[in-house]
Nanobody, 119 residues
């Protein structure tokens, strides 16, 4: 099992930046892929970005390409999401998730951190 705790959310003006962190404990951090998802009020949760276990591969949703960067530090058991040029439509609760090898779904989630972008 793994425990995931997000931090770094807050209120920021449009055009600003935030960096989210997700600290993992439990299972060996470098053995699984990590992702960020978000859920805006009244909408379904959506994929934002993901990174492979060793950081060698990343993938982004189209709305955040070129603005967000996912990274990880396996020595600190932490994954990050750097968010630049934030827009009001980025307002959501952001969740990190873990995808274990051999599993075909994101089965392990943090509690979420709120990001609010004012116009």
């Amino acid at each position: 099992q793994v425990q995931l705790v997000e931090s770094g959310g807050g209120l920021v003006q449009a055009g600003g930046s935030l960096r989210l962190s997700c600290a993992a404990s439990g299972r060996t951090f470098s053995s699984y892929d990590m992702g960020w998802f978000r859920q805006a009020p009244g909408k379904e949760r959506e994929f934002v970005a993901a990174i492979s276990w060793n950081g060698g591969n990343t993938i982004y949703a189209d709305p955040v390409k070129g603005r967000f960067t996912i990274s990880r530090d396996n020595t600190k058991n932490t994954v990050y999401l750097r968010m630049n040029s934030l827009k009001p439509e980025d307002t959501a609760v952001y969740y990190c998730a873990a995808l274990f090898t051999g599993e075909n779904t994101w089965g392990h989630w943090g509690q979420g951190t709120q990001v609010t972008v004012s116009s």
